[in-house]
């Protein structure tokens, strides 16, 4: 294969493969996901730099800005952890557990597979059968659970560092991923600050100079979405 990686969001986790036409024959994806055996001297070596991971983005204030909206954002809730984790959860984590989740989340019921390449409809769903068909079902329920109270009070959280750099960040309630407005939220964070040429960067940093980073972020789950805005001033 040319590459392969997961990438990996509060919503779905999704491993991707590139694969050189020739070798379409071929989906070594199933490993991670059907046949992965989680060798314990394998997680050792990833718990190492998962918890680097975790110190670089503890010296990102743009991270630890967001880490700290979602803690408030959705309070009691699943969502207001960090998807890394923290230190003592990524030690804590044992072969058991990672085996666990893997057969209650990667299921028949749950995965969706996406290909696409030199190859039919056809030719992909046999390919897809070949290697994910042998995929168990689990007994675990795809209902929503700790659902997002969206009856929620203003509040704020400040967190101080002894660096020369300051994160501000502002954000409020947005549709959910099920809304008909979705799309035009989305549009809105990205003329709002989704790039380089957007409303904010243009008057905040290019004309004003007022600060060095800022972005609109839209983020929407199943029962809520979030709007925020994210400025970086030193």
Avoid at 73 to 99: E, H
Avoid at 105 to 133: K, P
Wanted: charged share 20%; glycine share 8%; with cysteine.
């Amino acid at each position: 294969y040319l590459h392969r990686a997961i990438f990996l969001l509060k919503s779905p986790a999704a491993p991707w493969l590139f694969l050189p036409l020739e070798n379409e024959q071929q989906l070594p994806l199933h490993y991670l996901v059907i046949d992965a055996r989680f060798p314990e001297e394998e997680i050792a070596k990833e718990k190492q730099v998962i918890l680097e991971e975790i110190s670089l983005y503890e010296d990102m204030p743009s991270s630890v800005a967001s880490e700290a909206f979602d803690s408030i954002f959705y309070p009691l809730q699943a969502l207001s952890r960090p998807i890394i984790g923290t230190k003592d959860s990524v030690l804590s984590l044992g072969r058991k557990d990672l085996l666990h989740y893997k057969s209650r989340m990667y299921s028949h019921q749950r995965l969706g597979i996406m290909m696409v390449g030199g190859q039919s409809h056809e030719q992909m769903y046999e390919l897809a059968e070949q290697y994910f068909g042998q995929a168990e079902f689990s007994d675990y329920s795809n209902e929503v659970y700790g659902a997002v109270n969206d009856d929620f009070t203003i509040s704020n959280r400040t967190l101080s560092k002894d660096i020369k750099q300051c994160h501000l960040l502002i954000g409020t309630k947005a549709p959910a991923y099920n809304s008909e407005q979705q799309f035009a939220m989305n549009l809105l964070s990205i003329a709002l600050g989704g790039n380089m040429s957007s409303l904010l960067f243009d008057e905040l940093r290019e004309k004003r100079g007022l600060c060095y980073e800022v972005g609109a972020s839209y983020g929407n789950f199943a029962d809520i979405g979030s709007l925020s805005i994210g400025v970086g001033v030193g």
